[in-house]
């Protein structure tokens, strides 16, 4: 190669090589950017399904609570229960938007109503002195359908598990490309430093030669 040759690669290079170096970076940031957002958002979805699940016991329990009592005197702990896990239900019905998901929330929601409404029917029979049927109630029909919204919960919690996990690997896996796509961008830098360095020894040898030949000095020919 010709050193004019090798001085225009030298001089695209050093105006390509920026650019890919920025392009590359620019590039493996907006992956990782994206695969990060992934992440968090899992995370948030995840430990929501973790507060349904607790949610979907700690209200079982408030009204096992009050129902053996006797005096009801535990209900309004039940109630503030029962709206924290309806709140809850609503927030998944808006975020949580796959096909599984949408499956499982509206599963828990029509398992809540159910549970919901035969609750009243055990609540008006305390309230009627019946506590005999409340301990019916709540030893039947009531167990299984807080059985059927737990179960419901887990499966929803197991789920977002899974896709939180899939998302960290998604991100391990692109934070990998990206590395080797920069250090492939590094390596690619450092040959264009040894051409520029190659490049000018050999101008600065051009311009030397040029000089003593001006001068009338030989020159660093060898003789044949």
Do not use: C
Request: hydrophobic share 45%.
């Amino acid at each position: 190669m010709t050193i004019r040759a090798k001085l225009y690669a030298a001089i695209v290079l050093t105006i390509l090589g920026p650019l890919a170096t920025t392009a590359v970076a620019l590039n493996a940031m907006s992956d990782l950017g994206g695969s990060f957002d992934e992440v968090k958002e899992r995370g948030r979805h995840e430990s929501l399904a973790l507060e349904v699940k607790f949610d979907v016991t700690d209200m079982n329990g408030w009204q096992t609570a009050y129902g053996y009592a006797g005096d009801g005197r535990f209900r309004p702990e039940f109630v503030r229960s029962a709206t924290v896990l309806d709140s809850e239900l609503a927030r998944a019905e808006r975020e949580l938007t796959d096909a599984t998901e949408r499956t499982l929330v509206s599963q828990l929601r029509r398992e809540y109503e159910r549970f919901m409404a035969l609750d009243a029917v055990a609540f008006s029979a305390l309230r009627q002195g019946d506590a005999a049927r409340v301990k019916r109630i709540f030893l039947g029909p009531e167990l299984l359908r807080f059985e059927a919204m737990a179960t419901t919960a887990s499966k929803l919690a197991a789920y977002q598990f899974e896709q939180a996990q899939a998302a960290d690997a998604a991100f391990d896996d692109d934070r990998e490309d990206a590395r080797k796509q920069l250090i492939a961008v590094a390596l690619g830098a450092g040959i264009v430093i040894i051409l520029l360095l190659v490049t000018a020894q050999d101008v600065v040898r051009m311009a030397l030669e040029g000089e003593r030949r001006s001068r009338g000095e030989p020159g660093d020919e060898k003789p044949s």
